[in-house]
C-alpha cells in the first residue's frame, strides 16, 4: 500500500513540471495487418488495466458498445475502441483498460498495451494544427524534437463519450443569465480547452449564462492571450480586473497543462487576482484535492453544467 501511495504521490509531482505519462496501447490498422498506429490515454484516467473478460451484450446494444462487464461487482459498459476509431485488431479484443472520465467509469476494448512513457506537454502539440482527425485530440512525440520522432496519437476520449451516451446539457433555468450581474461591463470569462466537443458545450453553457467569453484551445495559448490582455490593460491604464473577470480551464492540454497555467496566474503579481476554476474530466478525490493545490478557486467535474453555472457564480461573487 505505500508502494501504491508513492507512485500516485510521484505522479501526481509530476504536475509541478508541466509533465504527465502516457499509456500507450494499439487498436489494430485500418487494413488489419501489422500493430497499426500507437495511441495514448493519460495515466491518471486508468483506473486498471484486466484481461478480456466475459461480455454480457444487453439486447438493443449498438455498435460501438459492446455491452457489459462485472469488475469487482461493478457493472460497466464497454466500448469497442477499434470500432470507434476504424480499426481491425489483427489478434482481437484482448485487453479492458478500466478508466474513470468526469465521475463515471467506463471500460475500453483494446488490442493490446504496449507502456508507459513519461512525457512533457511541449511534447505534445493540438491535433487541430496537424493532420490529426475529429477523435484525435493532441499528437505526443515521444522522443522530443529529434526528426523521425515515434508519434503517439492521444484520442479525445470526450468526444467519443458524446458519441455513445450524449450529454444532455440542460441548464436548470435559475441559472438563465445568472451571471451576467456578476462580470464587470467589458470583462470576459477566459476559457481553455483542447477538446472540440468540450469546447461547444462550454461555449453553450457560458453563452445561457449570460457571460461573454474568449475561447482557447490550449494553456499556452490562454497564457498568451491573458498576458496580451494585461498588456492592453496597462496601455489604457486599467486593472486586469477589468479585462479578464475568470479564468476556466481544462487540466490536459498540449504545449501547457492546466496546473502549469494556473501557477503562472498564481504565481504573477499581476494576474494573481483573477480567480482560476478547473473544468476537467480528471476526476477522484486525490485530483481535485491536488487541483486545489496548485491555488485554484474551484473544481467542477466535466460535463456538470449546473454545477458549473454554481461553481462560476460562487466563485464570481467572492
Known sequence: MDAF??????????????????????????????????FGINVFKIREIVPMVPITTAAGTKAPMLGMVNIRGQ???VIDLPAVTGCKPKTGLNILLITEYARHTQAFAVESVEEIVRLDWSQVLSAEASAGGDLVTSI????????????????????????????KQALDNGHDGALKSLVKPGAIVLAADDSKVARALIEDGLTTLGVPYIMTKSGK???????????EAQ????????????????LEMPEMDGFTL??????????????????SS??????ED?????????????????ELAATLRKTLAH
Open 282 to 287: 480528471l476526476s477522484g478525490s486525490a485530483n
Open 221 to 231: 495559448e490562454a497564457w498568451e492571450k491573458l498576458q496580451a490582455l494585461g498588456a
Open 140 to 167: 505526443a512525440r515521444l522522443d522530443s524534437d529529434v526528426d523521425g520522432s515515434r508519434l503517439v496519437q492521444v484520442l479525445d476520449v470526450e468526444q467519443i463519450l458524446n458519441m455513445t451516451s450524449p450529454v
Open 75 to 77: 457493472v460497466i459498459s
Open 5 to 38: 501511495q508513492k507512485e500516485i504521490d510521484e505522479r501526481t509531482n509530476l504536475t509541478a513540471s508541466n509533465k504527465f505519462e502516457l499509456l500507450l496501447f494499439r487498436l489494430g490498422s485500418t487494413s488489419g495487418d501489422g500493430p497499426g498506429e500507437l
Open 262 to 279: 494556473t501557477r503562472n496566474i498564481k504565481g504573477d503579481q499581476r494576474y494573481k487576482g483573477i480567480p482560476v476554476v478547473i473544468h
Open 235 to 250: 496601455r489604457e491604464g486599467t486593472q486586469i480586473a477589468d479585462k479578464v473577470a475568470l479564468m476556466l480551464t481544462d
Open 290 to 306: 491536488h487541483v486545489r493545490s496548485v491555488g485554484a478557486n474551484g473544481y467542477v467535474a466535466k460535463f456538470a453544467i449546473d
